[in-house]
């Protein structure tokens, strides 16, 4: 099956400079890249995600890049803010088993001001 | 609109005991899930179900049951509850495979097993 692999598990950036999370995976035949945010005690949400036919997606602050050669995406913060402290998932989809989501373990991303 | 609900929200149970974990939608979502989440170990597949009547094993299903008699259910249960079952549960939903749809979670159920 799938396997995710998710690095940092914290990371501590100063208000405004940018945070990168990088996860990578196992499966060639996963087409799905999504990423959660997840506050404490708080239910996963999305917040960006992206399909294999694509190398980047941008939605404001948020960015996610994905290199199928080297089986890696990554995240991207820009001039981080104090809500965007949380718990980060990243999680891939193949299809060739169960049908649902493998996850990473997780990054606790914390923004000192 | 609700979205995803499950109940109860909190929940300890003695070794041995057995519970039910209730889901329920209201989007009309085909696929429903039950992930668990353990501190450090991200969210991890339990079982999940591609419509009514339908369910599927995923990553850890061992010692969980659930069924789907109704689309917008989805129910798990323990039948002999141990302490390694010690879980915050989520729910998730989407309309169609996980791929082509967004999952939508629920808040989640906090069982404790003494």
């Known amino acids: 099956g799938e396997n995710v692999e998710q690095h940092p598990s914290t990371l501590s950036v100063q208000e405004g400079d940018s945070a990168v999370i990088k996860c990578t995976y196992s499966?060639?035949?996963?087409?799905?890249f999504p990423w959660y945010k997840q506050e404490l005690g708080k239910r996963p949400q999305l917040i960006i995600d992206?399909?294999?036919?694509?190398g980047e997606k941008k939605d404001q602050r948020i960015a996610v890049t994905l290199n199928k050669t080297a089986k890696h995406f990554s995240l991207h913060i820009t001039e981080t803010q104090p809500e965007d402290s949380a718990v980060y998932f990243c999680a891939a989809y193949s299809g060739g088993g169960a049908d649902g989501l493998t996850f990473g373990k997780g990054t606790h991303l914390i923004i000192q001001p | 609109n609700a979205g995803v609900t499950q109940t109860p929200k909190f929940r300890v149970l003695k070794t041995g005991q057995s519970m039910t974990l209730l889901c329920a939608q209201d989007m009309n979502h085909e696929y429903m899930y039950w992930y668990r989440q353990d501190p450090g170990m991200g969210l991890r597949l339990i079982h999940y179900s591609v419509g009514e009547g339908t369910t599927a094993k995923g990553e850890v299903p061992d010692g969980y049951n659930v069924s789907r008699l109704k689309k917008q259910n989805f129910l798990l249960g323990l039948e002999s509850a141990a302490p390694s079952q010690t879980s915050v549960y989520f729910c998730a939903s989407s309309y169609s495979r996980v791929s082509n749809q967004p999952q939508h979670f629920g808040d989640g159920t906090r069982l404790s097993i003494l």
């Open positions: 992206i399909r294999s036919n694509v």
């Open positions: 499966d060639s035949a996963s087409n799905y």
